[in-house]
């Protein structure tokens, strides 16, 4: 599957993001855990860790569930919007599959495993407000250009 450039963007950012605010989470849990509230241990890493990549296969997944809809679209698909909520569904199933096991399986901190699950949504907010990612553009319009009108 090819993804469009602009997508090709946005998952490149957003991936970016979440390393960072990846290790942005490590860091502040070690840093709390001077205050003695509790100790800092392997089980935070693996939960930060693990959530941040479940968070972005998700968006990766997103990204490619749109593409394909966009493509279906174009070649007059009917069902696009049943493989939007499938998609949709399916991400939801994953990371619902993470939440339980970042509860029962004693190695991962609970707590640090469902944070990274708001990275991607951070991340665009992140990109939105540094100004390198626009979401309210009209497409193929440029500054000074006029649509439309001969």
């Not at 390393?19 to 205050?35: A, Y």
């Not at 998700?58 to 698909?77: D, E, K, T």
């Amino acid at each position: 599957m090819h993804l469009d450039d602009d997508i090709k963007g946005l998952v490149k950012g957003v991936f970016a993001c979440c390393g960072i605010l990846c290790v942005i989470e490590i860091v502040v849990g070690f840093l709390i855990s001077f205050t003695g509230l509790y100790a800092f241990d392997v089980t935070i890493v693996i939960g930060a860790v693990g959530g941040t990549l479940i968070g972005m296969i998700c968006f990766i997944w997103m990204a490619v569930s749109l593409q394909r809809s966009l493509n279906a679209a174009q070649n007059g698909g009917a069902e696009v919007r049943r493989g939007v909520q499938k998609g949709y569904t399916q991400r939801m199933g994953l990371q619902g599959l993470w939440i339980v096991a970042s509860v029962f399986v004693p190695f991962i901190n609970v707590i640090s495993a469902l944070i990274p699950l708001l990275f991607p949504k951070l991340a665009i907010y992140i990109l939105q407000i540094t100004g390198k990612l626009n979401l309210t553009g009209k497409v193929g319009s440029e500054p000074g250009v006029k649509g439309g009108e001969s």
